[in-house]
């Protein structure tokens, strides 16, 4: 009888930690999803979609770009890569327009690879338009200042807004140093997002 508790006892405790632990599948388990504006931004502007991924391009101090997140949560983290051009800082800033909340701050990332940062979360409420930016700090050179953008192949302009999952893509800027070029391509900055 006694080890027939035991079992019952080790079963309880192992089912609850089998079902009580976070499954990044579950879109509301309240986790910093790193991937979530990454994937809408690969698929929207996928090959497959008439765009290029250029990993070195557009050689101005800030790239910018609009979006709504059509979900009630924050954004969590930054995803960028340095250029093979530029080791340096980045000052990213996160800008919900519609209720002025925002972030700022001083990043370098990996020359790499998709260098994901935490940052002091920025809340969305479903709808909320969201201006995302990086701009280079003390570069000395334009060719320090190019980024990954995802560009039309027949180099039209992004034909704007453009919907994928729950985030609509509504706009992109280049500035600084020249410009602005609106809706030339869509910077590739990527947000994690924690659906509430």
């Known amino acids: ?51 290029d991924d250029l990993a070195e391009y557009m050689d101005l101090k800030t790239h910018q770009y609009r979006i709504r997140i059509n979900a009630n949560g924050e954004i969590c983290s930054v995803g960028y890569q340095n250029p093979s051009t530029w080791t340096g800082d980045y000052i990213i800033e996160i800008i919900n327009e519609t209720s002025n909340a925002s972030y700022s701050g001083t990043h370098s990332f990996s020359q790499t690879q998709l260098d994901y940062q935490s940052i002091t979360p920025v809340p969305v409420s479903s709808g909320d338009v969201i201006k995302v930016m990086r701009t280079i700090v003390n570069s000395t050179s334009a060719n320090e200042t190019v980024g990954r953008i995802l560009r039309k192949s027949d ?14 893509f509504l706009s992109s800027d280049f500035y600084g140093g020249g410009g602005p070029v609106p809706n030339f391509g869509q910077p590739y900055i990527a947000l994690g997002f924690k659906v509430n």
């Open 1 to 51: 009888m006694k080890k027939l508790k035991n079992f019952v006892f080790l079963l309880t405790i192992l089912l609850f930690a089998t079902t009580s632990c976070d499954n990044d599948n579950d879109p509301t388990n309240n986790v910093c999803d790193d991937n979530y504006v990454n994937t809408a931004i690969t698929n929207a502007f996928s090959t497959a979609n008439g765009y």
């Open 155 to 168: 180099y039209t302009n992004v034909p704007y807004p453009i919907t994928q999952g729950n985030v609509e």
